[in-house]
């Protein structure tokens, strides 16, 4: 009796595989690499079932793999004798999409128009790309478990697939393809040979074409820095990274105390995470003595250094720990602390001895640091040397340190100081900023929104306080007194205005920072700035729930249309309480948090309707 069983797939699967199939992508050999690379992940897992103790069917079968090619009849096949796959993994496996983020990636592609299918490996999706060259894939295997029987899996990519219990099968995976006839170059030996050779000559397992042993093993990372040439490394990102280009940054080390490690690790020349794909996993693969104890290890590394490819390779791991418990275990904890710290040091090197990668390594992954500066005490402070920002003493477009800011505070600056802006002119011209152009303290201008929380969690940096601009308490050295008021007057027109616009102020002052502009608002409440009000405004769902406004208003005695002020509300009260509402809106929107510019609108027009009368 056949019992042979149909399944169709996952929706999303079948989604992308209409895409695969139909794809016009130029790189359709990616698929040799993907296959490749799954069968290499099938033998690792062998070897590390078998160095664990657990016993395997067919033992004395080594783990390796190989591929033979038939020209005439227009077929590829990949064996290898790895771990092989249950019924019930083959439909999970084969069918069903297993990775988070993969979703993100289909609706990209999706809605592209020329499909970026390289990436297909990175999403853990590989085994589809079969579908590029393949009008019909016929996978056989037998698990390496006693006592499992093997199974042939047939599809065409749509309609599903079938599956069929299959006798005899050695252990391990045979990938059939019948390619498609615009991709029958894929069966030529010579071909075949170039792509092994260009994406999988690292793969530690032998790996045969035709019967004859094309790839060389070897762990890049066990060897001596100094044997290994550029390219070596960049052909061994390219195929542990599934990536096409180079990476950015680099970082070969090897360490024996307070933990043995060897480590290769790479930082790719793009982050993915930006360019809408949801979020990166880490894919830092965890070795011991080359043999793979878990791939893209959990806990290796802070969640915030999730960017990072690569191998981390430690003797000192015990072979036979469960890959569950791994995450726990203080020898974990203790790699991960090594790694991070060594990780930290190497791009604070860089900024120093390679500037320029530096500044693009900063423009790709600035959000990752502030990331760690927010959520992790423990390298805070390592974090917080490499932040950059402009800053009142930088060109437009070049950022400091903040140790740089540091040595360059005069003796009586006590505090560094922090402008959120959306960009350079709004910050030059911000009536928050005129009090230090005039004292000549440097400001650094924080254009990221994340910014305001990073210094806030960040704090103090070498001993000094990171305070935010407008909560800065300083008063001009020299106030400019030509044509001010005087202080009585300035109380007196202080006491007006505020009694003018009653409940839409708190305080109304006379200010001791203000050079350039009538006024300015300054949040009444010790720590909120008009920064985050915007953004906590941004967030309330309930009117109701936002917490009343306490907004000051500082007045510049010193500033003609203050000045004017004065002389008109003893002249003519409503309009100067016209202009005392727009001033105060004026305040509001130069500190970005003025809520509905319609209002203010209607009685501009009213005084310019007066002015022009
Ligand atoms: P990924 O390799 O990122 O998990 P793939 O789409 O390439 O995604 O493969 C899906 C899954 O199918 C693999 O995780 C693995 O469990 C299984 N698989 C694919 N090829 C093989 C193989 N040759 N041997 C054993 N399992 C395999
Ligand atoms: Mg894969």
Redesign the pocket.
């Known amino acids: 009796m056949s019992s042979s069983e149909k399944h169709t797939f996952q929706a999303e699967i079948q989604q992308l595989l209409n895409i695969v199939i139909h794809s016009l992508y130029t790189d359709k050999e990616i698929f040799v690499r ?2 490749i ?3 290499a ?2 033998c690792e ?1 062998l070897r590390f079932t078998q160095a664990s103790g657990t016993p395997v069917h067919q033992p004395e079968i080594a783990a390796g793999i190989s591929l033979t090619s038939d020209e005439a009849a227009g077929t590829l096949t ?1 064996i ?1 004798t ?4 249950t019924h019930d ?1 083959l439909v ?3 069918g069903t999409i ?2 988070s983020g993969t979703k993100a990636f289909l609706k990209q592609l999706a809605e592209d128009k020329k499909p970026d299918v390289g990436l297909i ?1 990175q ?6 790309s079969a579908f590029m060259a393949a009008k019909r894939v016929t ?1 056989h ?1 037998r698990s390496y478990l006693d006592g499992e029987s093997g199974w042939q899996w047939v599809s065409e990519g749509t309609g599903g697939y079938e599956i069929t219990p299959a006798s005899d099968l050695p252990r ?2 045979k ?1 059939t393809l019948e390619l498609k006839d615009e991709a029958k170059e894929f069966a030529t030996a010579g071909t075949l040979e170039r792509i092994i050779k260009r994406y999988s000559s690292f793969v530690p397992f032998p790996i045969e074409l035709n019967g004859t042993k094309v790839n060389t093993v070897q762990a890049l990372w066990t060897r001596s820095k100094n044997e290994i040439k550029e390219e070596e490394y960049n052909e061994f990102y390219q195929f542990i990274a599934h990536d096409q280009d180079n990476p950015l940054l680099r970082l070969h080390f090897n360490a024996d105390a307070p933990i043995a490690i060897q480590s290769l690790l790479f930082v790719p020349a793009r982050n993915v995470e930006t360019m809408g794909m949801g979020r990166i996993e880490s894919e830092v693969n965890l070795y011991c003595r080359k043999v793979l104890i878990q791939s893209k290890a959990k806990g290796l590394f802070p969640e915030w250094l999730r960017f990072l490819k690569g191998v981390v390779d430690s003797e000192d791991l015990p072979l036979n720990i469960s890959r569950e418990t791994m995450q726990d275990t203080s020898l974990m904890q203790k790699l991960n602390k090594a790694l991070t710290s060594r990780f930290l040091k190497f791009l604070n090197e860089q900024s120093e001895q390679n500037p320029e990668t530096y500044d693009k390594f900063y423009d790709e992954y600035h959000r990752f640091l502030k990331e760690g500066v927010v959520t992790d005490f423990t390298h805070r402070e390592a974090l917080g040397k490499l932040l950059r920002y402009e800053s009142s003493s930088t060109e437009k477009g070049k950022r400091t340190s903040l140790a740089d800011y540091v040595k360059r505070m005069p003796e009586e600056q006590k505090e560094i100081y922090c402008l959120m802006a959306p960009n350079r002119e709004a910050a030059e011209s911000s009536p928050y900023f005129e009090v230090f152009r005039e004292r000549k303290f440097e400001v650094l201008f924080l254009y990221d929104e994340w910014d305001e929380f990073v210094t806030e969690h960040l704090h103090t940096f070498e001993g000094k306080t990171l305070k935010p601009a407008e909560k800065a308490d300083l008063n001009l050295n020299d106030p400019k007194k030509d044509g001010a008021l005087s202080e009585e007057a300035a109380k007196a027109l202080a006491a007006w205005i505020k009694e003018s616009l009653g409940e839409r102020v708190g305080e109304v002052r006379a200010s001791q920072r203000l050079v350039d502009s009538p006024a300015v608002i300054v949040d009444a409440d010790r720590y909120m700035t008009s920064s985050m009000r915007r953004m906590l405004k941004a967030m309330k769902k309930d009117e109701s729930e936002f917490p009343a406004e306490k907004q000051d208003l500082e007045i510049n005695p010193a500033h003609p249309i203050i000045a004017r002020l004065d002389q008109m509300r003893q002249k003519d009260a409503s309009l100067a309480g016209q202009v005392a509402e727009q001033i105060l809106d004026n305040a509001r929107v130069a500190a970005g948090v003025l809520e509905d510019p319609r209002t203010m609108l209607k009685r501009m027009n009213q005084l310019l309707e007066r002015v022009l009368a």
């Open positions: 993907e296959l690379s799954n069968a992940d099938a897992k990949f290898d790895g771990v092989g796959m993994e999970k496996n084969l297993a990775h490996g999403f853990g999706v590989g085994f589809y996978v295997s391990g995976t990938i």
